[in-house]
């Protein structure tokens, strides 16, 4: 296992298009994260889950975006409509359910909106 | 409001030196604390992890303490190197180890000279 994958590594997109992300996780891994970073801060909490339940989502995430974890393994962030501010890196990370949670991330998807 | 402040500033010293990078925390409960590094265009890897009923902990060259009564973390790295640079992100457990998110503060920005 090569820790956790992230595809597109950068994607370039006009105003209002949508986009989606992929996030292939550990695979032993339980629980999934996305957050959001832009340049000189950290990461933003954006949603999680636990196996294919999305136990929780920010106040930051509109009705814009939408994450998904179908079966439990892989998961997508899809984003509407995108706007300017949408602009960010995308991180997606994983950690094991058991124990205090360290978190293992990708490399992250870089979002520019034209 | 919650807050978790981290050096403002970039913090630049000398190899062999150690740094001291400070994570402070407002109104927050946190079971546990941990440090990460971050490289440009990457994700953030995770470097320590310290419990609430821990005072110190050491990795290598890496030292972690917690106060929780000052609510604060201090993360020192001992004879830098220049292969140390990088942002260093603290985060905590937002709710006392209730939920399983993980809030990050800003970051601080280390560069160490030759």
């Known amino acids: 296992d090569t820790g956790v994958s992230q595809d597109p590594r950068h994607k370039i997109t006009k105003r209002g298009q949508n986009v989606t992300f992929r996030c292939d996780p550990i695979s032993e891994h339980n629980r999934l994260y996305w957050y959001r970073q832009t340049l000189g801060q950290g990461p933003e909490f954006l949603t999680y889950?636990?196996?294919?339940?999305?136990?929780?989502k920010s106040r930051l995430l509109s009705d814009r975006f939408s994450a998904e974890r179908p079966k439990g393994s892989f998961s997508t962030l899809e984003i509407q409509r995108t706007e300017q501010g949408d602009s960010a890196m995308y991180l997606c990370a994983s950690s094991p359910q058991a124990g205090a949670n360290v978190l293992t991330f990708g490399a992250g998807s870089r979002l520019t909106v034209l | 409001s919650q807050k978790i402040e981290q050096n403002s500033e970039a913090l630049n010293i000398q190899e062999g030196k150690t740094a001291t990078l400070t994570c402070n925390y407002t109104n927050y409960s946190p079971a546990y604390l941990q440090w990460y590094r971050q490289d440009p265009g990457r994700g953030p890897v995770f470097l320590l992890l310290i419990r609430e009923n821990e005072k110190e902990k050491r990795k290598e060259r890496l030292k972690v303490t917690f106060d929780t009564t000052l609510k604060q973390s201090l993360f020192h790295i001992t004879a830098s190197q220049p292969a140390d640079s990088a942002t260093y992100l603290c985060a905590l457990d937002s709710d006392g180890g209730a939920t399983n998110k993980l809030i990050f503060g800003t970051g601080t920005l280390l560069a160490v000279q030759p």
């Open positions: 889950f636990q196996n294919e339940a999305q136990l929780e």
